[in-house]
T-cell receptor, first 117, second 113 residues
Framework: DAGVTQSPTHLIKTRGQQVTLRCSPK?????VSWYQQALGQGPQFIFQ???????QRGNFPDRFSGHQFPNYSSELNVNALLLGDSALYLC????????????????FGEGSRLTVL | DAKTTQPTSMDCAEGRAANLPCNHS???????VYWYRQIHSQGPQYIIH???NNETNEMASLIITEDRKSSTLILPHATLRDTAVYYC??????????????FGKGTHLIIQP
């Protein structure tokens, strides 16, 4: 049973460019959340997608946008990259619908490390 | 969500119990205490969670004080692979899905051989 998979694992961009990161949730999960983790800091919540809609959003500018596809996979897009966007981007999945077995546990991927030069 | 306070770092000898404290004095009655850990270069991993009763699973035990203002995560027999950053998180569990978690800086636990 594959866990959460993210791609690419590493990438380098320059300021002003745009980037797209991809995430496939754990089998059976239908909810995807994205987090940004700067060096030495804890992960910061960006947003969460369920039923192809943004359900909750953290304190991130509109340059950060996302999408969820019918197969529950998700993309994170960041436009007009800044040096400060350099971070590890984590995707986490969970199951919204299986209430009986849902502990509220999030399953995280290994992350995509973005470097902005 | 209520904020949490954790020590920045802790050491523990291999084979001994590691006790990681967390203060959450502003926790409300319907907020849960969750623990995650993050091993270097990996995504965070769920450990355990609880509301007011002590909890135990195959990874750890969670002790929550009666007033719920603090808790302790216990790794009963720490190994070198338990070296990681441990995050204590307080959140409202709505029952459906999982709302955004608020991570602090966590405790860097170092297991010494």
């Amino acid at each position: 049973d594959a866990g959460v998979t993210q791609s690419p694992t590493h990438l380098i961009k320059t300021r002003g460019q745009q980037v797209t990161l991809r995430c496939s949730p754990k089998s059976g999960h239908d909810t995807v959340s994205w987090y940004q983790q700067a060096l030495g800091q804890g992960p910061q919540f960006i947003f969460q997608y369920y039923e192809e809609e943004e359900r909750q959003r953290g304190n991130f500018p509109d340059r950060f946008s996302g999408h969820q596809f019918p197969n529950y996979s998700s993309e994170l897009n960041v436009n007009a990259l800044l040096l400060g966007d350099s971070a590890l981007y984590l995707c986490a999945s969970s199951s919204f619908t299986s209430f009986g077995s849902n502990t509220g546990e999030l399953f995280f991927g290994e992350g995509s490390r973005l470097t902005v030069l | 969500d209520a904020k949490t306070t954790q020590p920045t770092s802790m050491d523990c000898a291999e084979g001994r119990a590691a006790n990681l404290p967390c203060n959450h004095s502003t926790i409300s009655g319907n907020e849960y205490v969750y623990w995650y850990r993050q091993i270097h270069s990996q995504g965070p991993q769920y450990i355990i969670h609880g509301l007011k009763n002590n909890e135990t699973n195959e990874m750890a035990s969670l002790i929550i004080t009666e007033d719920r203002k603090s808790s302790t995560l216990i790794l009963p027999h720490a190994t070198l692979r338990d070296t990681a950053v441990y995050y204590c998180i307080v959140r409202l569990y709505s029952g459906g899905g999982a709302d955004g978690l608020t991570f602090g800086k966590g405790t860097h636990l170092i297991i010494q051989p």
